[in-house]
């Protein structure tokens, strides 16, 4: 078997964004697309020269041609040893811990998350650090600037290795093990919860779904759930992942997670709800004919980790990305803990829990985990509802109703505006920053502005900076308005604006939140003056 090195030209366009690097399948299918990605992230990364890299994916269209290249390529570039899921399959929070447990020099995962997959559809890449989390800014910024300048690739010129069987290959001077995709992943978490406890809830009459979406978390769900946990057959729905995920768009919304939305608000409806996206490294929680904001769920988990198993030891910290709410600031200032406000996007998060600032993290975007893995983890979110559900023996509701009495309720919404102009997107973000200078001591939905800015970050632990994570409109209330692009596109722009206003009396606290909202909602379109620009009456998106 000979290394060929094989001279190509850069692509402008392989900036990676939130969550790597997303694309249509068309795009990654030119000639040598993926190839200058991979070799771009193999030339700034260190001396992996004989060590491990873990490679999976969420089993989207393009997923094994991707894996089969990577895997040759990973042999010319001098890697050691390779472990990939079987079928090329694993979940984002599986890879995290496959790198994590076998002390990996790093992970490539395909995906991209909950857009929907297929060959007119997107594929994703992104590099994952020995920590398993995502490459932090500086490695990113590194790989984009290499792409730039690329001039050749290596690759082994190799026959395809039989991804379906778990077991030991060589190819070239390179170890390629597939490993059970699940086996690692289920045994970390039944370590972490009750598993007990949670098998004799379900098989008390405890009644619970889990909508796989046709994504990732099928085969893990049917294990942990129908398997580990004895839920009767069909608690797993959507199981069967299928290349295109079923034709759906995997993300655990009340949007796009109809069938399971379905069952969650119609007569006779199960107990507990849940889904996941693509990858697995979302989820949505549902009670009966009841919807658990992402926001308010991180800071349940946090004021419930007592109860958890492998979290009764205490929690170090609390951190959440800037535009989710403030939930989880109270319960981290009622338990005396360090609570940290981050950019969007898991890596972030990766230095806090590394230095044991922290243990557990969130996103508004359905994402919370904590540092048993170094990414957001879909499944993990649901167990962890299970354990506290199997020990405090309410509803979903009483839970988080109790929860609001304790600390208030932190009302919370997001508008997405997707697929729209990209210019016309920046100038609604530049409209609120020319008026930031004013806003300050105006009246605003009926509220005082207290500050505008773009959010910025400084690091507490490596020092470093990231600017424009978000236009902010602050009032002296505690609400807030935010406006942000999203990293994660593959065409056009989005734009999502969030939205929060705190309740403290108890007697307001069963409102549906776009009432609750609707004059900061009404604000927003008047600031960013959105409606005019993008020609938009609604949004398209509302979670
Ligand atoms: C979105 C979410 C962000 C999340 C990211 C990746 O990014 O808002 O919170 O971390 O997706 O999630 P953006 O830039 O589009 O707002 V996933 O599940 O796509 O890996
Ligand atoms: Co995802």
Redesign the pocket.
């Known amino acids: 078997m000979s290394v060929s090195i094989v001279s190509t030209r850069p692509f402008d366009d392989q900036k990676p964004?939130?969550?790597?690097l997303?694309k249509k399948v068309k795009v990654f299918q030119r000639l040598n697309y993926l190839e200058n990605f991979v070799q771009s992230t193999f030339d700034v990364i260190g001396d992996f020269a004989g060590q491990t890299l873990v490679v999976g994916g969420d089993g989207r269209y393009f997923n094994r041609e991707a894996i089969q290249i990577i895997l040759k390529m990973a042999a010319a570039n001098g890697f050691g040893r390779v472990l990939v899921g079987q079928g090329g399959i694993l979940s984002?929070p599986a890879a995290s811990h496959i790198i994590r447990k076998n002390k990996a020099f790093g992970g490539l995962i395909l995906?991209?998350?909950?857009?929907p997959a297929g060959p007119d559809e997107d594929f994703g890449i992104k590099y994952n650090i020995s920590n398993g989390g995502p490459a932090p800014e500086g490695v990113t910024e590194a790989m984009f600037a290499r792409t730039l300048e690329i001039s050749e690739y290596k690759i082994l010129q190799a026959g395809n290795i039989p991804l379906d069987t778990v077991g030991t290959f060589q190819l070239g001077e390179m170890q390629v093990e597939v490993i059970d995709s699940v086996h690692d992943y289920a045994e970390l978490m039944k370590s972490l919860f009750d598993f007990p406890a949670i098998r004799e809830l379900l098989a008390g009459g405890f009644a619970m779904k889990f909508d796989a979406m046709h994504a990732v978390t099928g085969p893990y769900a049917l294990r942990i759930f129908e398997g580990m946990l004895g839920a009767p057959l069909g608690t797993v729905m959507n199981g069967a992942a299928s290349e295109d995920f079923g034709g759906g768009h995997p993300d655990p919304n009340l949007t796009y997670a109809h069938d399971l939305v379905d069952i969650m608000y119609g007569e006779y409806a199960p107990e507990f709800g849940a889904a996941s996206?693509?990858?697995g490294?979302?989820n949505m929680i549902l009670g009966n004919h009841f919807f658990v904001t992402p926001s308010d769920s991180l800071a349940v988990l946090a004021a419930n980790a007592d109860k958890v198993k492998g979290y009764r030891g205490g929690i170090a910290g609390i951190a959440r990305?800037m535009?989710t709410s403030a939930a989880a600031d109270r319960v981290a200032e009622s338990m005396g803990l360090d609570c940290y406000e981050t950019p969007?996007?898991?890596k972030f998060f990766g230095n806090l829990m590394d230095d044991g600032r922290v243990t557990l993290c969130g996103?508004?975007?359905?994402?919370t985990g904590s540092n048993h893995v170094r990414?957001?983890d879909g499944l993990w979110a649901v167990l962890f509802w299970l354990n506290i559900l199997a020990v405090r023996k309410q509803s979903v509701a009483a839970i988080v109703q109790e929860h609001w009495k304790r600390f208030g309720r932190n009302y919370y919404s997001r508008h997405d505006y997707e697929g729209v102009d990209s210019s016309a997107a920046s100038r609604a973000l530049q409209n609120v920053r020319d008026k930031s200078p004013e806003l300050p001591g105006t009246q605003l939905a009926g509220r005082t502005v207290s500050t505008c800015d773009d959010f910025a970050y400084t690091d507490p632990v490596d020092g470093s900076v990231s600017r424009n994570q978000g236009v902010r409109v602050l009032f002296e209330d505690g609400s807030r308005i935010i406006f942000?692009?999203?990293?994660?596109?593959t065409s056009g722009a989005?734009i999502?604006i969030y939205l929060e206003s705190y309740e403290a009396d108890a007697s307001k606290h069963d409102l549906d939140a776009q009432d609750a909202l609707a004059e900061m909602i009404h604000a927003a379109g008047e600031i960013s003056g959105l409606r005019k620009l993008t020609g938009r009456d609604a949004p398209t998106v509302i979670t």
Not at 17 to 20: E, H
Not at 484 to 489: D, K, N, P
């Open positions: 964004g939130t969550s790597g997303r984002t995906s991209a998350s909950h857009n996206d693509g990858d490294d979302r990305s535009p969007t996007g898991w996103e508004e975007s359905f994402g990414e957001k942000r692009l999203s990293g994660t596109g989005t999502r």
